[in-house]
């Protein structure tokens, strides 16, 4: 999907500070939510968004309100799409443990990465990993 | 009742039965006062067994899931049990995915729930 096809997007740069977090995904609902995104898919990109930006915040960019986590997403009639960066040194995502393994299931860590890949359609991460982009088919309604 | 910021914690036979009652308390902001007021609940020892219903909960991030992890961790050192109950289908669904079921005792409504840590 090409930007030039977006009806509604935005391009920011936040300051590493989980505060900066809710507003943003409030304003991305409300605009969701206008051009009649289904629940299921607001709830679904929620989930993977909020879990990107809180990954860039506090794992990219150490939580540090000096550092920028860039915000770029937007979307069409079909699809949503977003892009998030930090300014940290990235992981490999096959690195993360499986969170549902038995061993992992009481641990505190590891489950953003696999909730957001459950809950877009696809999930590209950049060769360093400080990059991530979701994309999130947009529901058929039941005729 | 004791109503706190994030919380509204009861006591139905025997049981500290946990509400959400923030509206914002989804926000990444606001989940470490969530989880502080979620531990602080056991302070008081006669919240051995706990129920957590979610019926104001239409959202619940992997940050929500990991106070309620640690919570849970308390609740069993303590010789308690947690139930957690009236959770919505998506927030449901969140708990299979996670594998979260097989951690977590969940009822459809608080009844069920406190009947089920009855001792």
């Given at each position: 999907m090409t930007r030039s096809s977006w009806i509604w997007s935005i391009v920011r740069k936040i300051p590493a500070?989980?505060?900066?977090c809710a507003p943003l995904i409030a304003e991305i609902l409300d605009a969701l939510e206008m051009h009649r995104w289904s629940a299921n898919d607001k709830f679904s990109i929620r989930m993977a968004l909020e879990e990107a930006i809180m990954n860039a915040i506090?794992?990219?960019?150490?939580?540090?309100?000096d550092k920028l986590v860039g915000v770029n997403l937007g979307f069409n009639d079909d699809t949503f799409e977003a892009t998030i960066s930090d300014r940290g040194c990235g992981f490999d995502?096959?690195?993360?443990?499986?969170?549902?393994?038995d061993e992992n299931?009481?641990?505190?860590?590891?489950?953003g990465v696999m909730l957001m890949k459950n809950f877009v359609d696809s999930i590209e991460y950049n060769e360093c990993g400080n990059e991530v982009k979701l994309t999130k088919n947009k529901s058929i309604s039941p005729g | 009742m004791e109503k706190l910021e994030c919380l509204e914690i009861d006591n139905v036979a025997q049981v500290a039965v946990v509400k959400f009652?923030?509206?914002?308390?989804?926000?990444p902001s606001r989940i470490e006062q969530m989880g502080a007021e979620l531990l602080a609940?056991?302070?008081?020892?006669?919240?051995?067994d706990v129920v957590v219903n979610f019926?104001?909960?239409?959202f619940f991030s992997s940050a929500a899931i990991n106070k309620l992890i640690v919570l849970e961790k308390h609740v069993r050192a303590r010789g308690g049990e947690i139930c957690l109950s009236n959770l919505r289908p998506e927030v449901r669904d969140l708990f299979s995915y996670t594998h979260l079921d097989e951690l977590f005792q969940i009822r459809v409504d608080q009844q069920a729930a406190i009947e089920s840590l009855a001792k």
């Open positions: 500070d989980p505060d900066q506090k794992h990219g960019n150490d939580s540090d309100p995502p096959e690195d993360v443990p499986d969170p549902t393994a299931i009481g641990k505190t860590c590891g489950r | 009652t923030d509206p914002k308390v989804m926000d609940l056991l302070d008081n020892e006669a919240n051995e019926e104001n909960v239409s």
